[in-house]
């Protein structure tokens, strides 16, 4: 059966017209489909993940080669590694300037610009697996609320990327409470809030530094996304422990892009982007978990690792500090994340995990 015929955007399109006019024939309506210009686009895009870990070329640039293959090569990303346009921490200012187009990076970042960006994140202690993340963002509306925060700024926020759990590599047992007082770990945004409510010490430090702030003793340990996430960054060279279970089930990164280009684009290319979106942050979501469970049994067998498991007193307490800083945000950003927290103690009651 050699008659099968390649269908590309445009024809797709004019079939997609021809069937609309036949709905509309029967007394139904169908919306229009606004297509984007003919010309090719081509946008640049930047992440924070550095380019030796497992995950860059599969999730980045994986997501880059989806848009093209969509689009039979009519709309490319230019991925870029970090700090080669702009330093991570200006990323945001750098897309709304129009100096990149887009990004695929952490939303913790701008937690102190955009505070609903830590609802994107993922709060320790709330998730518990993929469908009960995808029903709070999608499902009970904290997703659009999510994009009206960024749409302020001038961005278009698409969504997640998962980064699986959120895991601590860590030279210090974490069994108890107490065992977090005085605790030194690299963290940022909302979480790094919860590990000081926790009587730790959280400090920020960049991806490029982390493995020498390890060996030498400047932190105790880290959250690099789930294991396997920090496994890409070697942190089981100098770390003895892996702390379980995750803070987090599922923590993500995003894709987010100018709001005056995405504006710009026609229905269809904006449908490929969400599509490409969603596809790649449930890929990912498969990815880094089968990664966290192997990364696990090797850091035992290859490294002498321990696995450490808080007990539930510790799994508790930090699901209450995280619920506290929730509460903080609604109330240093009523507009956005103020109606987000209701949304998630709805779903935590909902869940029945308070």
């Known amino acids: 059966m050699n008659n099968t015929k390649t269908i590309n955007r445009r024809s797709f399109l004019a ?13 139904l309506s169908a919306p229009a489909v606004i297509a984007s210009p003919k010309q090719k686009i081509k946008w640049r895009m930047q992440t924070h993940w550095p380019t030796g870990n497992w995950y860059y070329d599969p999730i980045f640039e994986g997501f880059a080669r989806r848009i093209k293959e969509a689009t039979n090569g009519e709309f490319e990303i230019e991925t870029h590694q970090p700090n080669s346009i702009v330093s991570t921490g200006d990323v945001l200012r750098g897309v709304r300037r129009g ?33 009960e993340m995808q029903f709070f963002l999608h499902d009970m509306g904290a997703l659009k609320i999510i994009r009206e925060a960024y749409a302020s700024r001038g961005i278009y926020q698409v969504g997640p990327i998962s980064n699986g759990g959120t895991a601590i590599y860590s030279n210090k047992r974490l069994e108890t409470p107490k065992d977090f007082e005085g605790f ?14 926790m009587g730790a010490a959280p400090v920020s430090i960049t991806g490029g530094e982390l493995y020498q702030a390890l060996q030498t003793g400047v932190v105790d340990g880290a959250h690099w996304g789930g294991v396997s996430a920090g496994w890409g960054m070697n942190l089981q060279e100098v770390n003895k422990y892996i702390i379980q279970p995750n803070l987090a089930a599922h923590q993500n990164s995003e894709v987010f892009f100018s709001l005056e280009a995405w504006n710009k684009l026609g229905d269809d290319f904006k449908r490929v982007i969400e599509d490409a979106v969603l596809a790649t942050h449930l890929e990912a979501a498969g990815m880094f978990m089968i990664r966290d469970l192997q990364r696990m049994k090797d850091f035992q067998s290859e490294y002498n690792g321990e696995i450490v498991y808080m007990n539930n007193d510790s799994v508790e307490m930090l699901r209450l500090k995280s619920l506290e800083v929730v509460d903080e945000l609604s109330k240093r950003d009523p507009e956005y994340s103020g109606k987000i927290g209701p949304i998630l103690r709805e779903f935590m009651q909902l869940t029945g995990k308070i």
Do not use: C
């Open 15 to 27: 079939t997609g017209a021809t069937a609309a006019a036949a709905v509309a024939v029967t007394g």
């Open 99 to 131: 100096t990149l187009e887009g990004a695929m990076i952490y939303p913790a970042y701008w937690v102190g610009d955009i505070p609903a960006a830590g609802h994107l994140n993922g709060n320790f202690g709330t998730w518990d697996s993929m469908e």
């Open 184 to 197: 030194k770990v690299r963290s940022n945004g909302s979480s790094a809030q919860v590990f000081e409510k």
